[in-house]
């Protein structure tokens, strides 16, 4: 099976988990994770159709965004150091992980240099796993009411990774619950934030995230495969 040829079934189970739940395809935007991936299989898939692709790690981003010859948009999908924002102020058109404010006051300050305004989704530890990064959900709605009044960042939604399960099912109950969160500051109506949105799903669960309201899923290895490196 070729890239193309991966495209375009994760795009049919995508059409297919959307109709399931009574939305329409273009509802759902596919983030083709292309970390450790070489830039070639970057253009390979962009020319294939597919133009945004997620990040996970600073120094590779920058390096394959110089190598990558197709139109493509970049997201910053992986944990953000506040030091390093400033390498990718202007490159990425979405951070995905704004887990603390210190980090949405460094995005905010490197994205104002340039006259600017970074789009951003608010990170949530659901599962409050020590392993991962995020916001707890306790925090959540302070932390929104913080960086919404950042002037060069643009609050768009919520972004959560749910602990591994082999069953996709399992993951369900925390993909409701992001939903439900942001269905809940929507109803805040905090100035300038919008909960348009959510950023959940991969691989093996990215059908069921769709059915709780995904509009952004992260898919790596059913596109690239797990054998493919750098």
């Not at 390096?63 to 400033?86: P, Y």
């Not at 979405?94 to 980090?103: E, G, T």
């Not at 960086?147 to 602990?163: A, D, E």
């Amino acid at each position: 099976m070729t890239i193309a040829d991966n495209l375009k079934t994760v795009l049919e189970r995508i059409g297919s988990a959307a109709l399931k739940a009574g939305r329409i395809s273009d509802s759902v935007r596919l983030v083709a994770v292309s970390k450790t991936k070489a830039s070639d299989l970057v253009n390979e898939a962009a020319k294939a159709g597919q133009r945004l692709f997620g990040e996970n790690y600073v120094q590779e981003l920058v390096a394959k965004a110089k190598d990558v010859t197709e139109k493509v948009e970049w997201h910053f999908i992986g944990h953000l150091q506040s030091n390093k924002v400033r390498q990718i102020a202007g490159l990425v058109t979405m951070v995905h992980s704004v887990d603390r404010l210190s980090l949405a006051e460094e995005i905010d300050r490197q994205w104002g240099k340039l006259g600017l305004a970074c789009d951003v989704l608010i990170e949530v530890n659901i599962a409050g796993e020590e392993t991962k990064s995020g916001t707890s959900a306790e925090e959540l709605l302070e932390l929104v009411r913080r960086v919404s009044l950042l002037t060069n960042i643009r609050v768009k939604g919520l972004m959560t990774m749910p602990p591994v399960f082999d069953d996709p099912e399992a993951a369900r109950p925390y993909f409701r619950k992001l939903r439900l969160m942001a269905e809940d500051i929507s109803a805040e109506g905090v100035p300038g934030v919008d909960m348009r949105e959510l950023s959940m799903g991969m691989s093996g669960d990215f059908e069921t995230a769709i059915e709780e309201g995904a509009t952004l899923v992260r898919v790596g290895t059913a596109i690239f495969g797990e054998r493919i490196t750098a």
